[in-house]
């Protein structure tokens, strides 16, 4: 029994220790720990309040010699005042500090004799406010010291003998007279009480005196049992002690009722004052209700009271400090009385008792001494012999293999914890062979035995610490992983290498071993980047989702996890690859980690830098154990999978990417133009680092603005701003036209033309991506910026100085191909408008040819256009007459009708010029009838029979108007 008191004693001490830990809940069971203590050891008394099943010092037994009521009362007292230095200290968090009023208050109102100390907590808690609480805190701390206090204002001795302060204090906190009204106890009923309670005390002591009176000479024994019986008959209402909060106040009330010292007081504390009010301060203050009162200057001595009892300072501290030494009793009650009487009037030293009195001591069940007559000590040295080293081994061996069979022994006798207790404990401290044995026996059935590991490995991990007792023994040095690291490291690579095990359970196993192991070695995360390589897709998927949890679960590896993931991005497995580098994302958007991420990719992507591939790259862990010295395309991809994965996210980095692509070789700037696209995408045209790329273009890196641009539209219109950007950088820094070709649609019709005669000069796939943007024919299905007879009739109107005709050609020609854009209606159009136009231009005929060839139905319009040529003198221009002739000779014979509209001389010139028409014209005249023959001129007829002029012709340049016969005769 003493050795289980003594266990009792030693675990209350170690509890009431932890009220320094680290952990908050844990201080606070600790708190609730203590008021628990000081209940049970201390006195019941008459004004407690009643509570069932309230167990204290009055229950304890009287001949119990082995827990002393003093003792256990002192200690209470002790645990009392380190709760009230608790409640007062400066750093208590806001839910410790009310758990610790409540307990004090539950103290006050079941042991009043302690009352004077609580309140006086609690004016020093309201005074005195931790100054790390928060604004919100500071409020919620308050409310509940009102409530508190208006709990304890509902006790007999609170209202009795405290009600001034609390009151006072109450009003301080907000509370309103009626609020503190329907807290106070009702006197009378406190008076009724109080009479029937001293009745009842009167009556029982009557009946205690007549049961108690001897029958028999009283033996006189003046045991330690009187002293506790004296205890127990203490009087029931201890009277209340003044604290030295309460001398204190009496102290200062006297000075401060001369209105010279309050002034002075005032004065020189006012050079104190900060400048600026303090937030603390201000979340605390209540006005003053009744200024200049003496229930107001009572009040305020006994806050000053409170903060200097705070400081240690004040006569209350002196008075009380010499009131607890002057109180102060032996410790050990047994030294008070040395001598004990007997029956016949003798005394014995009480020494000789315990001198002969045997010390208790613990001994196994089922064990006792045995009292028999004394013989020859045994001693087993001198009838045995030390067993060799092979027969200890052997002993060891078969012992741990019978434990291991007794396992369905165990579990039916609901013992298995206690058993693998044992075996792990066997294991981790005998040899290597009991190791080999138990990895053996959990491997037979891993699904089953999975516990008996993890029991094993945390024996090991206990070791390590310096957990366990017998490290020392064994010569276990603290710190040396080196035995639970061969543990970890056999079971991964047993669960990771057995082919008997499912996919499913291999999986589950190993997410267990290393989320659930006490601490992880490099060997270890060694083994789990080998196993998300040798398990092809599945493995890859399941080891880096693993990998993903430890960043996560495991603080102290998190950046060892994180680097082994990071290199999987760049791993040869596209299995592997992929699944890395969606764990990367899911990490980076979570947002701790992005700082890492970021230079980690940005690290690789200044690879591309380098004349060679840097080694890193290689090796088994990187799926290419054979090293290439040049850079090579898929090379190239391996440094930009991650920074392409992360660059949507991190926008920052494409100032990053123009850098390298400036400084890089051609072959690394066409992987990285075609490599671009998903990102870009995914970035948008809106993005600000985006347009800051555009406007401040790095030089070199043109090409890649243009391709950045040119992703960006091919599907959506650009956006203004982007629009702005592009002709700020055209206007001011790069002149190549090539740039505005993905915001053409953005671009104004003056731009555009202004622009055309450049861009019809580059490549014929890109003038063909040039029209296909203008006219909207692209796969962006946004409308386009010209329509297709304002882009030919553009074309038209090109000066030849600013672009050659040939060009013009060329360009009109790629129109032409796209018959579904350029359909009969549109090119009538286009016809239209050009000889409506003041000036005729010089590909008109050249373009009425292609137009006719292209759709013969237009032969009318045609008739008509070269009619129209005809009324404006056509033949003033040598090509445009060229034109004219050429077109006449594919279009005839409906042309036949036209050139006999022509006058003489041009007549006669358009047959010299195209011989082979004389025939086919006179023949067309020959076959009129006479009343249209007649109609024909006969300067006609005479350059159709090609006779010579009678006089001189006329100048070809002068103007000539077709005569009304001739008219007549070709319709």
């Given at each position: 029994?003493?050795?289980?008191?003594?266990?009792?004693?030693?675990?209350?001490?170690?509890?009431?220790?932890?009220?320094?830990?680290?952990?908050?809940?844990?201080?606070?069971?600790?708190?609730?720990?203590?008021?628990?203590?000081?209940?049970?050891?201390?006195?019941?008394?008459?004004?407690?309040?009643?509570?069932?099943?309230?167990?204290?010092?009055?229950?304890?037994?009287?001949?119990?010699?082995?827990?002393?009521?003093?003792?256990?009362?002192?200690?209470?007292?002790?645990?009392?005042?380190?709760?009230?230095?608790?409640?007062?200290?400066?750093?208590?968090?806001?839910?410790?500090?009310?758990?610790?009023?409540?307990?004090?208050?539950?103290?006050?109102?079941?042991?009043?004799?302690?009352?004077?100390?609580?309140?006086?907590?609690?004016?020093?808690?309201?005074?005195?406010?931790?100054?790390?609480?928060?604004?919100?805190?500071?409020?919620?701390?308050?409310?509940?010291?009102?409530?508190?206090?208006?709990?304890?204002?509902?006790?007999?001795?609170?209202?009795?003998?405290?009600?001034?302060?609390?009151?006072?204090?109450?009003?301080?906190?907000?509370?309103?007279?009626?609020?503190?009204?329907?807290?106070?106890?009702?006197?009378?009923?406190?008076?009724?009480?109080?009479?029937?309670?001293?009745?009842?005390?009167?009556?029982?002591?009557?009946?205690?005196?007549?049961?108690?009176?001897?029958?028999?000479?009283?033996?006189?024994?003046?045991?330690?049992?009187?002293?506790?019986?004296?205890?127990?008959?203490?009087?029931?209402?201890?009277?209340?002690?003044?604290?030295?909060?309460?001398?204190?106040?009496?102290?200062?009330?006297?000075?401060?009722?001369?209105?010279?010292?309050?002034?002075?007081?005032?004065?020189?504390?006012?050079?104190?004052?900060?400048?600026?009010?303090?937030?603390?301060?201000?979340?605390?203050?209540?006005?003053?209700?009744?200024?200049?009162?003496?229930?107001?200057?009572?009040?305020?001595?006994?806050?000053?009271?409170?903060?200097?009892?705070?400081?240690?300072?004040?006569?209350?501290?002196?008075?009380?400090?010499?009131?607890?030494?002057?109180?102060?009793?032996?410790?050990?009650?047994?030294?008070?009385?040395?001598?004990?009487?007997?029956?016949?009037?003798?005394?014995?030293?009480?020494?000789?008792?315990?001198?002969?009195?045997?010390?208790?001591?613990?001994?196994?069940?089922?064990?006792?001494?045995?009292?028999?007559?004394?013989?020859?000590?045994?001693?087993?040295?001198?009838?045995?012999?030390?067993?060799?080293?092979?027969?200890?081994?052997?002993?060891?061996?078969?012992?741990?293999?019978?434990?291991?069979?007794?396992?369905?022994?165990?579990?039916?006798?609901?013992?298995?914890?206690?058993?693998?207790?044992?075996?792990?404990?066997?294991?981790?401290?005998?040899?290597?062979?009991?190791?080999?044995?138990?990895?053996?026996?959990?491997?037979?059935?891993?699904?089953?035995?999975?516990?008996?590991?993890?029991?094993?490995?945390?024996?090991?991990?206990?070791?390590?610490?310096?957990?366990?007792?017998?490290?020392?023994?064994?010569?276990?040095?603290?710190?040396?992983?080196?035995?639970?690291?061969?543990?970890?490291?056999?079971?991964?690579?047993?669960?990771?290498?057995?082919?008997?095990?499912?996919?499913?359970?291999?999986?589950?196993?190993?997410?267990?071993?290393?989320?659930?192991?006490?601490?992880?070695?490099?060997?270890?995360?060694?083994?789990?980047?080998?196993?998300?390589?040798?398990?092809?897709?599945?493995?890859?998927?399941?080891?880096?989702?693993?990998?993903?949890?430890?960043?996560?679960?495991?603080?102290?590896?998190?950046?060892?996890?994180?680097?082994?993931?990071?290199?999987?991005?760049?791993?040869?497995?596209?299995?592997?690859?992929?699944?890395?580098?969606?764990?990367?994302?899911?990490?980076?958007?979570?947002?701790?980690?992005?700082?890492?991420?970021?230079?980690?990719?940005?690290?690789?992507?200044?690879?591309?830098?380098?004349?060679?591939?840097?080694?890193?790259?290689?090796?088994?862990?990187?799926?290419?154990?054979?090293?290439?010295?040049?850079?090579?395309?898929?090379?190239?991809?391996?440094?930009?999978?991650?920074?392409?994965?992360?660059?949507?996210?991190?926008?920052?980095?494409?100032?990053?990417?123009?850098?390298?692509?400036?400084?890089?070789?051609?072959?690394?700037?066409?992987?990285?133009?075609?490599?671009?696209?998903?990102?870009?995408?995914?970035?948008?045209?809106?993005?600000?680092?985006?347009?800051?790329?555009?406007?401040?273009?790095?030089?070199?890196?043109?090409?890649?603005v243009t391709r950045i641009i040119h992703i960006l539209t091919e599907r959506t219109a650009p956006s203004p701003e982007l629009v702005n950007k592009v002709r700020d950088l055209y206007a001011k820094r790069v002149a190549d036209v090539r740039f505005l070709i993905p915001v053409l649609n953005g671009l104004t019709r003056q731009e555009v033309n202004a622009?055309?005669?450049?861009?019809?000069?580059?490549?014929?796939?890109?003038?063909?991506?040039?029209?296909?943007?203008?006219?909207?024919?692209?796969?962006?299905?946004?409308?386009?910026?010209?329509?297709?007879?304002?882009?030919?009739?553009?074309?038209?109107?090109?000066?030849?100085?600013?672009?050659?005709?040939k060009t013009v050609i060329k360009a009109t020609g790629l129109c032409f191909q796209e018959r579904n854009v350029y359909t009969m209606e549109v090119l009538t159009i286009v016809l239209q408008q050009l000889m409506e136009q003041k000036e005729i231009p010089l590909l008109l005929m050249r373009t009425v040819i292609q137009s006719v060839a292209l759709y013969?139905?237009?032969?009318?319009?045609?008739?008509?256009?070269?009619?129209?040529?005809?009324?404006?003198?056509?033949?003033?221009?040598?090509?445009?007459?060229?034109?004219?002739?050429?077109?006449?000779?594919?279009?005839?014979?409906?042309?036949?009708?036209?050139?006999?509209?022509?006058?003489?001389?041009?007549?006669?010139?358009?047959?010299?010029?195209?011989?082979?028409?004389?025939?086919?014209?006179?023949?067309?005249?020959?076959?009129?009838?006479?009343?249209?023959?007649?109609?024909?001129?006969?300067?006609?007829?005479?350059?159709?029979?090609?006779?010579?002029?009678?006089?001189?012709?006329?100048?070809?340049?002068?103007?000539?108007?077709?005569?009304?016969?001739?008219?007549?005769?070709?319709?």
């Open positions: 029994m003493e050795a289980a008191w003594g266990l009792m004693c030693n675990m209350k001490e170690i509890i009431v220790e932890l009220l320094d830990s680290d952990n908050d809940g844990m201080r606070t069971m600790t708190v609730k720990f203590m008021e628990m203590v000081v209940l049970i050891q201390t006195h019941r008394e008459a004004e407690s309040v009643t509570k069932e099943a309230d167990f204290c010092l009055d229950d304890l037994p009287l001949g119990m010699k082995l827990a002393r009521p003093r003792k256990l009362e002192e200690e209470a007292r002790r645990i009392f005042d380190e709760l009230v230095k608790y409640h007062g200290s400066a750093h208590i968090s806001s839910a410790n500090l009310m758990t610790c009023m409540g307990s004090l208050t539950n103290i006050a109102k079941l042991r009043p004799t302690f009352m004077a100390k609580v309140i006086t907590a609690l004016e020093m808690l309201q005074a005195n406010l931790p100054p790390t609480l928060a604004k919100s805190q500071v409020s919620s701390v308050r409310k509940h010291l009102k409530n508190q206090l208006l709990a304890l204002l509902r006790h007999p001795t609170a209202a009795e003998h405290f009600f001034t302060n609390m009151t006072t204090l109450l009003t301080d906190l907000g509370a309103g007279r009626d609020e503190v009204m329907r807290a106070m106890p009702n006197y009378e009923e406190m008076k009724r009480k109080a009479r029937k309670k001293e009745r009842e005390a009167v009556k029982a002591k009557q009946v205690e005196t007549e049961s108690t009176e001897p029958k028999r000479p009283e033996i006189d024994i003046p045991d330690d049992e009187e002293e506790e019986e004296d205890e127990v008959s203490k009087p029931e209402k201890t009277a209340i002690l003044e604290s030295a909060v309460d001398i204190t106040e009496k102290f200062i009330l006297t000075r401060l009722s001369d209105p010279w010292f309050a002034t002075e007081l005032v004065l020189v504390s006012m050079s104190m004052l900060p400048s600026v009010m303090p937030p603390h301060f201000n979340n605390t203050y209540t006005p003053i209700a009744a200024a200049g009162t003496e229930g107001q200057v009572k009040h305020v001595s006994r806050l000053l009271a409170t903060q200097l009892t705070s400081a240690g300072l004040g006569p209350g501290v002196r008075m009380v400090e010499e009131r607890r030494q002057s109180t102060v009793e032996p410790e050990d009650e047994e030294e008070t009385a040395t001598r004990i009487s007997t029956v016949v009037g003798m005394t014995t030293e009480r020494d000789a008792d315990s001198r002969e009195k045997p010390v208790v001591k613990l001994t196994p069940a089922g064990l006792s001494a045995r009292k028999g007559r004394a013989g020859k000590t045994l001693k087993l040295s001198e009838i045995t012999k030390p067993l060799s080293d092979g027969a200890k081994k052997t002993m060891i061996l078969n012992a741990v293999q019978r434990i291991l069979k007794a396992e369905k022994s165990a579990m039916i006798g609901g013992i298995p914890g206690v058993r693998n207790k044992i075996i792990t404990t066997l294991a981790a401290t005998f040899s290597a062979d009991i190791k080999g044995i138990l990895l053996d026996f959990i491997f037979s059935d891993l699904t089953n035995r999975a516990d008996l590991a993890f029991s094993w490995l945390f024996e090991e991990y206990c070791f390590y610490q310096g957990f366990n007792r017998t490290a020392t023994l064994i010569k276990r040095r603290t710190g040396d992983d080196s035995a639970y690291n061969e543990i970890l490291c056999s079971l991964i690579k047993g669960v990771s290498l057995r082919p008997d095990l499912v996919q499913a359970d291999r999986d589950a196993i190993m997410r267990r071993l290393y989320l659930e192991s006490p601490i992880i070695t490099d060997e270890a995360i060694s083994l789990l980047k080998q196993f998300c390589q040798g398990e092809g897709g599945a493995g890859a998927l399941t080891g880096v989702n693993l990998m993903k949890d430890l960043v996560m679960k495991r603080p102290t590896k998190q950046l060892n996890f994180l680097n082994s993931i990071l290199e999987f991005c760049s791993h040869e497995d596209t299995a592997v690859r992929d699944t890395a580098l969606g764990t990367v994302t899911q990490l980076y958007d979570r947002g701790e980690l992005t700082n890492i991420i970021e230079e980690y990719s940005v690290m690789y992507l200044r690879f591309l830098l380098l004349a060679r591939p840097p080694d890193m790259l290689f090796g088994d862990d990187r799926g290419r154990p054979m090293v290439v010295a040049t850079w090579t395309e898929e090379m190239i991809k391996v440094c930009l999978h991650l920074y392409l994965a992360i660059l949507p996210r991190s926008q920052k980095l494409l100032s990053h990417l123009a850098e390298v692509y400036t400084a890089t070789t051609g072959d690394i700037k066409r992987t990285i133009l075609r490599i671009l696209e998903p990102p870009i995408r995914e970035i948008g045209m809106e993005s600000p680092e985006l347009l800051n790329l555009v406007e401040n273009c790095p030089k070199g890196s043109e090409t890649l622009a055309l005669p450049k861009l019809i000069k580059l490549n014929p796939v890109v003038v063909k991506e040039v029209f296909n943007r203008l006219l909207g024919t692209s796969s962006s299905g946004h409308t386009g910026a010209m329509t297709p007879a304002d882009l030919m009739i553009a074309l038209h109107n090109i000066d030849p100085v600013k672009c050659d005709m013969p139905n237009l032969i009318g319009f045609t008739m008509n256009i070269l009619q129209r040529l005809i009324v404006k003198q056509v033949w003033k221009q040598k090509m445009l007459w060229e034109g004219f002739i050429k077109c006449c000779e594919r279009t005839k014979p409906q042309s036949f009708r036209v050139l006999l509209q022509l006058p003489p001389p041009q007549l006669r010139l358009l047959l010299d010029a195209a011989n082979d028409m004389r025939e086919p014209l006179l023949e067309h005249v020959q076959g009129f009838t006479e009343s249209q023959r007649q109609h024909v001129p006969s300067s006609i007829m005479e350059v159709l029979y090609n006779v010579a002029p009678a006089e001189p012709q006329p100048d070809p340049e002068i103007a000539a108007e077709p005569t009304e016969e001739a008219q007549q005769a070709s319709t």
